[in-house]
């Protein structure tokens, strides 16, 4: 089975400052992952994945994620805030073989001050 | 280019009611889901199905039915809605396995049951 751990609820950073927002995984086998963000009042729209292909993932809206084995993380960063990027940030993990299922972190929230 | 559209929106239950969310997507996609998100807990399947005319359990399924209609439509039914059922609703759908694809989600459906 896998699951994500997205520690913390809410982070705050101001306009211009590092984003920073951590997933941490557990799978039995090598993982898919995903970060998916849902602005208010909207549905979820990926922004980015990992399936086996380069460690360092470049997503939408200047985004990008790296997978560390090593650490079981997927952390998504970015370099500058902006104050549109306020939304919930959800990780995802899904096992590679077929039929499987996508599972869902509970949810960061990004608060951008400015 | 609608993508995934839900209806209702909002709606309003009394506890022992009866009602169905409607989903359609018109990306011509052969799975299809739908999930619950509550506070804290992010998403969870309540049910999905993989191509037409099949229909699977997810990890939430008690207490709700689900139709495939065609390839486009994926309704959910909650046959005596209970407080626990507040919450609000996305329909999804992918083109391929849901493990390598992109998920797309519908604005959601806030309900409430008093």
């Known amino acids: 089975a896998q699951s994500v751990t997205q520690l913390g609820s809410h982070v705050s950073v101001s306009e211009g400052a590092l984003v920073l927002l951590r997933c941490n995984y557990s799978s039995s086998v090598p993982p898919y992952l995903f970060w998916y963000v849902q602005y208010p009042n909207q549905g979820l729209q990926l922004l980015l994945k990992y399936t086996s292909a380069a460690t360092l993932v470049k997503g939408i809206n200047g985004f990008e994620a790296e997978f560390k084995k090593s650490e079981t993380s997927f952390h998504l960063t970015k370099p500058s805030a902006h104050m549109s990027d306020a939304a919930e940030y959800f990780c995802?993990?899904?096992?590679?073989?077929?039929?499987?299922?996508?599972?869902f972190g509970k949810g960061i929230t990004l608060s951008v001050r400015p | 280019n609608a993508g995934v559209t839900q209806t209702p929106k909002f709606q309003v239950l009394k506890t022992g009611q009866s009602m169905t969310l409607q989903c359609a997507q018109d990306m011509n996609h052969n799975s299809m889901y739908w999930y619950r998100q509550d506070p804290g807990m992010g998403l969870r399947l309540i049910y999905y199905s993989a191509s037409e005319g099949t229909t699977d359990k997810g990890e939430v399924p008690n207490g709700y039915n689900v139709s495939r209609l065609n390839k486009r439509e994926f309704s959910l039914r909650l046959e005596s809605a209970a407080p626990s059922q507040t919450s609000v609703y996305f329909c999804?759908?992918?083109?391929?396995?849901?493990?390598?694809?992109?998920?797309?989600f519908g604005e959601g459906s806030r309900l409430t049951v008093l």
């Open positions: 999804a759908s992918s083109g391929t396995s849901m493990n390598t694809g992109e998920l797309f």
């Open positions: 995802a993990v899904s096992d590679p073989r077929a039929n499987s299922k996508l599972t």
